[in-house]
């Protein structure tokens, strides 16, 4: 089974940083696509950022240019750097893989979440 880790989740003040990790039980270049979903108190779960094994990112508009989603193929490690955090970055951050088959079909892979507050 597909393991995917999360770590680098903590207590962060507004405008400062913070870097995520995930690391997959296999290899990430067998996947599509990796990304970051989160999910915010009272909030639905949304998808942050994306990148494809091409390197080909994408980000939702209120992370752009604030957050930069990263892959090490050799490590089996997908990064989210993320600065000039704001109080609505808060959120349990959950590592995305994404496989889509010969048959166009998608599965979905995720690990448990790492929770970032950001707070004064």
């Known amino acids: 089974q597909v393991q995917l880790v999360e770590s680098g989740g903590d207590l962060v003040q507004p405008g400062g940083s913070l870097t995520l990790s995930c690391a997959a039980s296999g290899s990430i270049f067998s996947f599509n696509a990796m990304g970051w979903y989160r999910q915010a108190p009272g909030k639905e779960r949304e998808l942050v950022a994306a990148?494809?094994?091409?390197?080909?990112?994408n980000y939702v508009d209120s992370v752009k240019d604030r957050f930069t989603i990263s892959q090490n193929m050799a490590k089996n490690i997908v990064y989210l750097q993320m600065n000039s955090l704001k109080f609505e970055d808060t959120a349990v951050y959950y590592c995305n893989a994404k496989r889509i088959s010969s048959e166009r079909l998608t599965q979905d892979y995720w690990g448990k979440g790492t929770l970032v507050t950001v707070s004064s």
């Open positions: 990148i494809t094994r091409g390197g080909i990112t």
